[in-house]
C-alpha cells in the first residue's frame, strides 16, 4: 500500500449521527486527529440538521438527505476558504448535529403564587402548572444564540429559561384576559394558547419554536378554596324557611325531642344569619358592620300529647286541650298518655306536667250534697 492510500485511509469519508437519547438537542462530530477529505459523504437524517463551522464562522447548513462534500454543493464553505485549487486537499471544520424532533412532556409550574384581580372575589392569589414542547426551529440561530461550543447540548440546559418566560408570561395573559378564577378551569385551552403567543416572538430569538402548551391545573389557597365550598354548601341549601323546617324533621327523625328539633333548626338559622352578615349585609356609614341586636332565647317548647282509650289513640293535643278535656271529665288522672321522647305510654298522674292538670280542679262533690 502506497503512502498516498494510507493519508487516504486516515480521513473521514462517511459522517452521520443516531442519536439514542432522549434529551440530546445538539451533538459536536467528533473529529480530532481526522479531516474532512473532499467528496466525503454526508448524511442527515429526518429530525436533524448538520451545521458546518469553519475557523469560527457558520459556514453552511444541512437539511435532510445525503450529500457529497464537493464544491458544487458547499459554496460557502468554498467561498470562506478561497481554494483555487479545486477544493481537493482535506479540510478541517465543525459539524454540529442539531435535532429538530419536538421535546415533549417537558414540565412547568408557578414557583410562587401569582396576583390577580378577580372580579368577583378581589385580589387572589393562584399557582398553575402543566407541560410544553418545544423544537428548535432555525438550527443556525440556536447554535450561535444559544449552545455556542457546547460538544453535546441536552434539553435540560434551556428548558429552565424556558419555564421562567412561561410563568411570566402566563401572568401577564391571564391578567389581561379578564377571566373570573371560578371560570378559568373552563378555558384552559383559551389561557394556553394567550400564553404561547405571547412566548413564541421571544423563544423564537432563540431559534426555538413551542408548538404545544398546556395548562393542568389552576388551583387557589387552601383557605379560599374552603370558602368557596363553604359558599357551595349554602347555595345548596336553597330556601331558609325549608332548610330550617328540614333540620328540624332531621332531628325529629333520629329520636329527638322537640325541643332538640328547634335547637337544630334555631342553630342553622343562626348560622346562615351569621354568614350573610359577614359575607356583605347592611354596614354603618363609616364602612362597619352595625353591632348585631342581642338575639332572645328560644321559647319554650311545649309539648303535643296523645290518649289512648279502648286499643285507639287519638291527638296530637296540646297542654291547653287536655286541661279542658280534664275538666269535663274526658282526661282522667289513669289516662294513658304519651308525647315525642316520652319512654312509652303513662298514666297521665305519673306525668309531672299533667298531674298539675288535676290538682288545680277541685275534687267532685260529695254524693247527695
Known amino acids: 500500500m502506497g503512502i498516498l ?3 487516504t485511509g486516515e480521513f473521514i469519508d462517511v459522517i452521520h449521527w443516531t442519536d439514542d437519547t432522549r434529551d440530546t438537542m445538539v451533538w459536536r462530530f467528533e473529529r480530532e486527529g481526522h479531516a474532512i477529505k473532499y467528496g466525503a459523504k454526508l448524511t442527515v437524517r429526518e429530525g436533524q440538521a448538520a451545521v458546518f463551522v469553519h475557523e469560527g464562522q457558520l459556514a453552511d447548513v444541512f ?5 457529497m462534500l464537493e464544491t458544487n454543493n458547499m459554496p460557502i464553505l468554498t467561498t470562506l476558504n478561497h481554494w483555487d485549487h479545486g477544493f481537493r486537499s482535506p479540510f478541517k471544520s465543525e459539524i454540529y448535529f442539531v435535532n429538530t424532533n419536538r421535546f415533549t ?5 408557578t414557583k410562587n403564587p401569582v396576583m390577580l384581580r378577580d372580579p368577583e372575589f378581589g ?10 414542547t418545544v423544537k428548535v426551529a432555525d438550527p443556525a440561530k440556536f447554535l450561535t444564540e444559544i ?3 457546547d460538544g453535546e447540548f441536552t434539553s435540560d440546559e434551556v428548558t429552565f429559561q424556558i419555564r421562567n418566560i412561561i410563568v411570566q408570561e402566563f401572568s401577564r395573559a391571564i391578567a389581561r384576559s379578564g377571566l373570573p378564577v371560578l371560570d378559568m378551569a373552563a378555558n384552559t ?3 394556553g394558547r394567550l400564553v404561547a403567543q405571547a412566548i413564541d416572538p421571544v423563544v423564537h430569538d432563540y431559534g426555538l419554536a413551542l408548538p404545544e402548551l398546556y395548562i393542568e391545573n389552576i388551583s387557589l389557597p387552601p383557605a379560599v ?5 363553604e359558599r357551595t354548601s349554602r347555595g345548596i341549601a336553597g330556601n331558609l324557611d325549608d332548610h330550617l323546617k328540614w333540620k328540624a324533621a332531621e332531628a325529629m327523625g333520629k329520636g329527638g325531642t322537640a325541643s332538640d328539633a328547634m335547637g337544630a333548626g334555631l342553630g342553622a338559622g343562626m348560622g346562615m344569619q351569621m354568614g350573610n352578615m359577614m359575607m356583605g349585609g347592611p354596614r354603618g356609614p363609616w364602612g362597619a358592620q352595625p353591632a348585631a341586636a342581642p338575639v332572645p332565647p328560644p321559647p319554650p317548647v311545649e309539648h303535643v300529647w296523645h ?3 279502648g286499643g285507639e289513640t287519638s291527638g296530637p293535643f296540646s297542654k291547653a286541650d287536655l286541661g279542658k278535656m280534664a275538666a269535663d271529665g274526658t282526661l282522667t288522672r289513669e289516662t294513658h298518655v304519651w308525647t315525642p321522647g316520652q319512654d312509652g305510654w303513662k298514666i297521665a298522674d305519673e306525668v309531672d306536667e299533667l298531674a298539675q292538670l288535676f290538682t288545680i280542679m277541685p275534687p267532685p262533690p260529695p254524693p247527695g250534697v
Open 5 to 7: 492510500d494510507f493519508l
Open 63 to 67: 437539511t435532510p438527505g445525503l450529500y
Open 105 to 109: 412532556n417537558l414540565k412547568w409550574g
Open 123 to 132: 385580589p387572589v392569589r393562584l399557582r398553575a402548572f402543566g407541560t410544553y
Open 147 to 149: 449552545v455556542g461550543t
Open 189 to 191: 385551552a383559551d389561557v
Open 225 to 229: 378554596e374552603k370558602a368557596l365550598d
Open 307 to 309: 290518649i289512648a282509650k
